[in-house]
């Protein structure tokens, strides 16, 4: 059961050792236990598995690519070079591929796949209040570029080949899903 806006009832603070920080992580996050989709501090990426996809940016096609994957690849403000590393190392080893028995056991390295990396920082977007989303969640522009190229990089040296959208672009993205194959990452 939540507590309500993050608080505990009094008799509750005075029964249980639960430290002010706690408290505070609690408000901001929700109660344990309790599914809260305003997380914050995990930085995502929005993964589909294609037979194709690419990007345009005022009517010129910037990036292509064929069978594998594309990630649509959201920072948040707590986000770090590490932890964009992780998260495309991760990637890179998730077995979404099917094998010959039609299971999936191969990930993008053991197909040979190649990846089309977006930046997107509507994947911060809060719709918990209103019809407008609020986007603070997202990080900064300067952090959130340095952030997807450290993401970008660290795929390549697994040696995936890897295409990118245009940071800060209005970009269309045209995509054949494969499967359907999507996936929530977060790290």
Known sequence: MAAPSGSLPG????LLPISRK????AALTGWPGEADSRRIGFMRVFLQRVERASVTV???EVAATGPGLLAFVGVTHSDTAETAAGLAAKLVRL????DARGLMNRSLADTGGELLAVPQFTLYANTRRGNRPSLTDAAPPAQGEELFEAFVAAARAAGVPV???VFGAHM???LVNDG???ILLEA
């Open 22 to 25: 706690f408290l505070a992580a």
């Open 11 to 14: 008799r509750v603070r005075r």
């Open 163 to 165: 295409v990118t959208g």
């Open 172 to 174: 269309q993205v045209t």
């Open 58 to 60: 005022e009517s010129r």
């Open 95 to 98: 077995r979404v591929f099917g």
């Open 180 to 182: 359907p194959v999507t």
